[in-house]
């Protein structure tokens, strides 16, 4: 089938994509005029898929990708994903995450009506809440930075669309991925990479509590949903139900790269993106049980699982 991937030069998107053409379908990905090294990440498969210049930010532009690709499924992972950053400028996150999604939903029921829809939310869309046990999609979102707030926005706007507009959309909030390679600005790469260096490794809060989740696993979901006819209109956590403190993660990652250098607990490493302490939820851990019982969807990684693997490809990364 033809399926569209907004984001496809992203961490999951790349990743998307490899599994879908692995699978024989026929995949296309919205881009933005990219370099070459923004499509690295895809490099391996650039010949499998079909790349449509655009902007999710431009509705007739959207709406040219829709009909171009007459897709049977849609995964929308395009976004602006840097949270700290959002504080400081938030306007291109309204417009990449919110607008975009409002253009991408209205260039479908334009174009291609009987199409899914699969959106990616995320699990920052939850903010605060009260209490530490595993929070259930029918909690009230209480957003905690600028760019949580443009993904409920988007996130709503599809529910809302479902209904009023007969949208066939699923709703995706993931928890924390992790897997990457050549990037160290998410917390288990910048532990990883650190360690593997035998440098100093800060760790901002140490006590809060989060699921990690590997990417495959997280790829595996979206192919789930799509895959249902009951997830239309649903809204689904995806989490491995895996929770950890941030010092309880660099433990493992000290064990499993056997690191014998030094963490500070308590500060976040020197040019760090400012985050306001007093704004990031110490407890973000998801109750799954909706999407293991709906969708059957079960993570195939455990945390340590995971956590090898990582590490094994960045040792491979610094061979090659």
């Not at 593997?196 to 595996?220: K, N, W």
């Not at 308590?266 to 040019?271: N, R």
């Not at 094994?312 to 090659?320: L, P, R």
Request: net charge neutral; with cysteine; charged share 20%.
């Amino acid at each position: 089938m033809n399926v569209l991937i907004t984001g496809i030069t992203g961490f999951i998107g790349s990743k998307l994509a490899a599994r879908l053409t692995s699978d024989g379908h026929n995949v296309y990905g919205l881009v933005r005029h990219s370099s070459e090294r923004e499509l690295n990440r895809i490099q391996g498969i650039i010949s499998q898929v079909h790349l449509i210049e655009g902007d999710l930010g431009r509705y007739h532009s959207v709406l040219s990708a829709v009909e171009t690709s007459d897709p049977s499924v849609i995964f929308h992972l395009g976004a602006m994903t840097p949270v700290r950053l959002s504080f400081d400028d938030p306007y291109p996150y309204i417009g990449a995450n919110f607008d975009g999604t409002v253009n991408l939903v209205h260039s479908v029921l334009a174009k291609s009506p009987s199409s899914r829809l699969i959106a990616a939310s995320t699990a920052e869309v939850y903010g605060w809440q009260d209490g530490s046990k595993p929070i259930t999609e029918e909690a009230a979102l209480h957003p905690a930075s600028p760019y949580a707030v443009t993904k409920v926005a988007a996130d709503e706007y599809v529910q809302m669309a479902n209904r009023v507009y007969h949208l066939k959309g699923t709703v995706m909030r993931p928890i924390n991925s992790y897997g990457r390679t050549g990037e160290s600005g998410f917390l288990v790469e910048y532990l990883v990479s650190k360690m593997l260096q035998g440098e100093t490794c800060y760790i901002g809060a140490p006590d809060s509590v989060r699921d990690y989740m590997f990417a495959e696993d997280h790829v595996t979901s979206y192919i789930d949903a799509a895959n249902s006819e009951q997830a239309i209109g649903r809204v689904y956590n995806v989490s491995p139900g895996n929770p950890v403190t941030n010092a309880d993660l660099a433990k493992r990652l000290s064990k499993i790269t056997e690191f014998k250098g030094k963490v500070v607990f308590g500060s976040y490493p020197p040019g760090y993106p400012h985050r306001p302490r007093h704004v990031d939820p110490e407890y973000l851990v998801l109750d799954n049980s909706r999407i293991t019982k709906e969708l059957k969807w079960r993570p195939k990684y455990s945390l340590d699982e995971g956590l090898k693997l990582t590490v094994d490809m960045w040792k491979s990364q610094a061979k090659s």
